[in-house]
């Protein structure tokens, strides 16, 4: 059975294979060239240095899946927006672990601060993640038709979103920027 744990830097090059596998063979993200091992870890250094989950699902010593949120835009009004994201190794596809992977996100995510929980899904054929998120309560918000260009094809974004605790229910207790949002005006 699989654990879900907060992400450690030994991971790195576990994710980076995973995440090399989607950029080279799917529509899931826009990205045409896979990051470095070192880029991943920098990516991953940014979003706990902004208090926020990073997390990765094992199976003994091997990682099967990861997930994360990064603040949804810099400007101080979206500071309780995050956007996710979830990646399986081919071989974890279809077992649920992408729902218990985002379950555990949204808890985290949530004890963070963050309200609301948005999914950038790339190409709209993508129903798995869109499954994935609308079983875990997230509701299709819109699409943004051919907005990506990638395997010589358009592409669109599907948008969904989620309202974590609260959500908008109340206004925050702190009107305090998180960490690693923007609190200047561009």
């Not at 950029?23 to 990051?35: Q, S």
């Not at 004890?111 to 129903?127: E, H, P, T, W, Y």
Request: glycine share 10%.
């Amino acid at each position: 059975m699989p654990i879900i744990r907060p992400s450690l830097v030994t991971d790195i090059a576990q994710i980076t294979a995973i995440y090399t596998h989607h950029v080279m063979h799917g529509t899931g993200t826009f990205e045409i060239d896979p990051p470095s091992e070192l880029e991943t870890l920098q990516r991953r250094e940014d979003v706990l240095g902004k208090g926020l989950p990073y997390l990765v699902a094992t199976e003994g010593e091997q990682v099967l899946g990861y997930a994360y949120c990064n603040w949804f835009k810099p400007r101080p009004a979206y500071r309780y927006s995050a956007e996710d994201s979830i990646y399986l190794a081919p071989q974890a596809t279809g077992s649920g672990l992408g729902r218990a992977l985002l379950a555990e996100l949204c808890n985290q995510a949530e004890r963070a601060g963050v309200r609301k929980l948005i999914a950038v899904i790339g190409d709209s054929a993508n129903l798995g993640s869109i499954g994935v998120h609308r079983s875990a309560g997230f509701t299709h918000v819109g699409t943004l038709a051919s907005c990506g260009w990638k395997f010589e094809r358009w592409l669109d974004v599907v948008l969904m979103d989620k309202a974590l605790g609260l959500g908008t229910t109340v206004a925050p207790l702190s009107s305090a920027a998180p960490a690693g949002v923007r609190t200047v005006a561009d």
